[in-house]
């Protein structure tokens, strides 16, 4: 019997395998599941090239989400023939404004000084996630454990790997294998736009639309996203 195909999966700013909890379950009959540690680094860069070391297979597909997408970017740029296929869900290609530099390191700060994550939880929570689920309280304990876990250290770095990557755009033109562009409607961190964008530059990448939805998909509407991510798979 052939060994069953690898999905891996990249987290977000502050997420870990939390984030993918629901797909890790729902996928599992399909593939072999396995989510990157993108705690460890400064760059994008130097993240993608652990993730390419230390991933269970040769050829695998890569699924990231805000973070994680510019992760898998920065691998496809690295090394595109080891992706079979590519979903980006909730992210952008684009590198932030001056204002959403300046807010990052205003949260570092924040952090710091409160040494810990309850006030940037606070003032995040509602850009996270859809307006109905700005006071869910299991949706909130699950991200407020997943940051604790990350830790101010990681933070730090990944703020400073976010701050300084790349402008991806030039690059999505030359994305060759199927491509999945995922976005929550009423996502307010990475609005619509942004997807759209990828979607015309990417040959043949198709957009979906997850209605309801803010920034976190995977967790706020896993049963749409188990559905796209599968039939991706199964394409």
């Known amino acids: 019997m052939p060994d069953r195909p690898s999905l891996v999966l990249l987290p977000g700013l502050l997420c870990d395998a939390a984030l993918w909890a629901p797909q890790r379950v729902a996928l599992s009959d399909l593939c072999a599941v396995w989510v990157a540690d993108l705690t460890r680094h400064e760059s994008i860069a130097a993240m993608a090239a652990a993730v390419l070391r230390e991933a269970p297979a040769q050829r695998f597909a890569l699924a990231g989400l805000s973070m ?12 595109p023939r080891r992706v079979e296929r590519l979903a980006l869900l909730d992210t952008r290609a684009r590198p932030d404004s001056p204002e959403e530099t300046q807010r990052r390191h205003q949260l570092v700060r924040i952090a710091e000084m409160a040494k810990g994550f309850a006030p940037v939880h606070k003032r995040m929570m509602p850009m996270l996630v859809h307006p109905s689920r700005s006071n869910d309280p299991e949706l909130a304990r699950v991200v407020q454990e997943m940051a604790e876990h990350v830790g101010l250290e990681a933070y730090r770095r990944q ?34 736009a942004f997807h759209e964008e990828i979607a015309r530059a990417v040959p043949n990448a198709r957009l979906a639309i997850v209605e309801n939805c803010g920034h976190l998909s995977t967790l706020e509407q896993p049963v749409a996203i188990n559905d796209l991510l599968r039939d991706w798979l199964e394409a």
């Not at 033109?173 to 491509?179: E, K, R």
Request: charged letters at 15%; proline letters at 9%; a neutral charge.
């Open 159 to 192: 703020q400073a790997a976010i701050v300084g990557r790349p402008d991806f755009r030039p690059m999505l033109a030359g994305i060759a294998c199927p491509t999945l562009v995922v976005c929550g409607r009423e996502d307010a961190l990475t609005p619509l």
């Open 68 to 79: 994680g997408g510019y992760v898998a970017l920065e691998m496809m740029r690295q090394a």
